[in-house]
């Protein structure tokens, strides 16, 4: 599978659909990790600033122990990349913590990989996403102000790698006139082209 294309091929499809015998990268899910710090990537708010103390994913409250809450704002202090974030034993973060994470209480040889409706459920609840599409969409608009084309053919670049289709980019006109060019974010940020690799 080595410099070989994750294109389907109809034929090799119809022999072996689940690529077990290798004939093009299979796709997955990008861990919690990557996927989080990929987001401020797209945002422009990743700190790649490396070394020195990590940050809280928690609110943490003291009385005579401490009380983890989900963090509800973030700032320029947490948007590190996710290896820089202190763990804590059994607690799971609130938006990637559904992620397959590693648990911080056990010691285990492999990560477990999973696929279910809460981690689309998280990511398009999130706080965190949330905020980081109105980010994106800021950022869009400051690179191309008053060209909702350009904009969108911005973030498609940016999250895709690729420009839009013209049926994508139709539709996503449409969406953004409707809903706003923050909630296009949040769609583009929740789609199986951002989260996975083909």
């Not at 990557?34 to 928690?58: E, K």
């Not at 948007?79 to 609130?94: A, D, H, L, Q």
């Not at 992620?99 to 981690?119: E, G, H, I, K």
Request: proline content about 7%.
């Amino acid at each position: 599978t080595w410099c070989q294309s994750a294109d389907p091929n109809p034929t090799a499809v119809a022999i072996d659909g689940g690529t077990q015998l290798l004939w093009r990268f299979p796709p997955r899910r990008m861990e919690a990790e990557a996927i989080r710090d990929n987001i401020l990537r797209v945002s422009g708010r990743l700190d790649l600033t490396m070394g020195g103390p990590g940050f809280d994913g928690f609110e943490v409250e003291m009385e005579n122990v401490r009380h983890y809450f989900p963090r509800t704002t973030f700032g320029p202090t947490e948007w590190r990349r996710m290896i820089y974030m202190t763990k804590v034993r059994m607690e799971k973060e609130s938006t990637f913590g559904v992620f397959d994470c590693p648990d911080a209480s056990q010691v285990v040889a492999r990560r477990s990989q999973s696929t279910t409706p809460l981690q689309a459920l998280n990511l398009l609840n999130s706080e965190f996403v949330l905020q980081q599409s109105k980010l994106l969409a800021e950022r869009a608009e400051r690179e191309h102000p008053d060209d909702l084309s350009a904009q969108l053919q911005q973030i498609w670049q940016w999250s895709y790698s690729r420009s839009p289709a013209p049926v994508e980019l139709q539709d996503a006109m449409q969406f953004a006139s409707d809903y706003g060019l923050a909630q296009v974010c949040r769609a583009v940020l929740n789609s199986n082209e951002f989260l996975f690799i083909p």
